[in-house]
């Protein structure tokens, strides 16, 4: 009887996608899916299912206003989904023809490019790259700088810093050059080859690299030996005046609106696609299901790609095992290798999961810079339909709980210990005195710890970006107050000792 129903689903499906042909509701999620019936799978209409009916709910609990899917089965697209607005102030539903800003998958494209040079000969993983550079040089460094590689650029072991983040420019308005951005933004801050450090200033650094050796622009040379051969159509390393009604409008942690923007380099960060671009990408990845890759580069150097380069730690080990030429990796319970790569950039947030050995893969485009928790919970359960343990973010879902019982914990005590604080002064237990404080080892510690605490709330508040308020959006905010309200109740503790120590 189940299969009878699945059957029954796919045929309903089908019917309605004939041809491959759109759908949109016009109720308030302004769903808008394409489905592929000549490939899709009876095992994945009940997941196809379970996003439809997950999505928008999620989406509304996190406050994002829009999201774009591709599932990718056995090498195949079965569906892409487009969920929400592009633009919530006008109203404006997110589409599947949307061009968005893909931000850090950028990256993982980039990587292909690199190799085709190395392919071609015109390249080596380990010459330093400072060799091929003739119009730039390094700023000076204590640090080597012509020991930096570019499998070291590739791989986020050079050295360099993350880079400048946060400061976007209008499509069409001046910024400052690729090699001007990269001379304030190359500093080294260890020796090359050390360990990963995530940096947006490496990948930048190969878009100088592509540009030297090839004599072109790197967006020319990324669209004629990358894009174009792998399908992506509508894909553009930089701004092109045909997007200009397409990109969807960025959302912030506040939800407030940020129109489309560029940045003055565009190797880690500035690629513009369509779901059906990044999905093309995707499937070019998995040559055991399809040839549209050799296109490019030949079957080994693909999987190169997916080689362990450098070992993770920190927050990217809690989710990831390593990371290759350009990807993240992870190895799943089944004993598969999962890639992939996000990107989050001034109200985006993108994510890419494969398994090139079994041909499954998940894209989610969204337009909100609250998306971590979103893509844990998808990520979470296109782990189960896999039957695969973990999937990569997924850890978030449990991260995001675990803060919001801190948060309450910390609140809840501190409210209560305010609520103890005020009974014993009003029964005269405790009386108020801002002298001799030093003397109180008690009253000292609670005064110290609570401007502390105030200063941490400071500094906290003046960062451009703060990684646990990204990851965890819903939270922080709670946090903050929960911190503030334990500072207050450290502060009150210290000029209200018990009279046994006045």
């Not at 003055?264 to 399809?290: H, K, N, Q």
Request: contains cysteine; glycine residues 8%; proline residues 5%.
């Amino acid at each position: 009887m189940k299969h009878f129903s699945i059957l029954l689903s796919l045929s309903f499906v089908s019917m309605l996608s004939f041809s491959c042909q759109k759908k949109e509701n016009s109720d308030a999620n302004h769903y808008q899916a394409q489905h592929f019936p000549e490939t899709v799978h009876l095992e994945s209409v009940d997941f196809i299912a379970t996003l439809e009916s997950k999505v928008p709910i999620w989406l509304r609990k996190n406050k994002i206003p829009g999201a774009i899917f591709a599932l990718i089965h056995q090498g195949q697209p079965v569906w892409f989904g487009a969920f929400g607005y592009a633009d919530v102030e006008n109203k404006i539903p997110m589409h599947l023809d949307n061009i968005c800003r893909v931000e850090s998958i950028s990256k993982s494209v980039t990587a292909w490019g690199i190799l085709k040079l190395v392919q071609d000969g015109r390249i080596d993983l380990d010459e330093p790259v400072a060799s091929y550079l003739k119009s730039w040089t390094f700023p000076p460094s204590k640090y080597q700088t012509e020991k930096i590689t570019v499998r070291h650029l590739l791989t986020h072991s050079s050295g360099l810093k993350l880079g400048t983040i946060g400061i976007r420019y209008l499509p069409e308005s001046e910024r400052p050059s690729l090699r001007s951005a990269l001379t304030q933004d190359a500093i080294l801050f260890q020796e090359p080859g050390q360990s990963f450090f995530y940096s947006n200033a490496g990948f930048n650094l190969l878009e100088l690299l592509v540009e030297e050796v090839t004599g072109k622009d790197f967006g020319v040379f990324m669209e004629e030996e990358v894009l174009n051969p792998l399908g992506m159509e509508e894909a553009g390393f930089g701004w092109d005046p045909r997007f200009e009604s397409r990109v969807p409008n960025g959302y912030d942690l506040t939800n407030h609106s940020i129109p489309p923007y560029v940045y003055p380099e565009r190797a880690s960060g500035g690629l513009f696609a369509t779901i059906g671009d990044v999905a093309a990408f995707a499937i070019a990845g998995m040559p055991d299901f399809s040839n549209s890759g050799s296109e490019v580069l030949e079957k080994d150097m693909i999987l190169q790609m997916y080689q362990e380069q450098m070992p993770l730690s920190g927050f990217y080990s809690m989710a990831f095992t390593s990371y290759g030429l350009g990807h993240f990796l992870e190895d799943l319970s089944n004993e598969k290798r999962a890639i992939s790569h996000g990107g989050q950039g001034s109200g985006w947030m993108t994510h890419f999961h494969s398994i090139p050995e079994s041909g499954e893969a998940i894209i989610i485009l969204t337009n909100s810079q609250r998306s971590w928790p979103f893509f844990a919970n998808i990520l979470t359960i296109w782990g189960d339909f896999l039957e695969v343990e973990k999937v990569g973010m997924s850890v978030i879902s449990l991260g995001n709980t675990l803060v919001w019982i801190l948060l309450f914990l910390i609140g809840l005590g501190s409210l209560l210990s305010l609520v103890l604080l005020l009974f014993q002064w009003k029964s005269g237990m405790r009386k108020l005195n801002l002298t001799g404080m030093a003397k109180r080892w008690s009253s000292f510690l609670s005064f110290s710890l609570g401007w502390l605490l105030v200063g941490i709330l400071i500094w906290a508040n003046s960062q451009p970006y703060l990684f646990i308020e990204a990851v965890f959006p819903g939270p922080s905010p709670w946090l903050v107050r929960s911190i503030l309200l334990l500072a207050i109740a450290l502060l009150s503790f210290s000029i209200l000792p018990k009279k046994s120590f006045i």
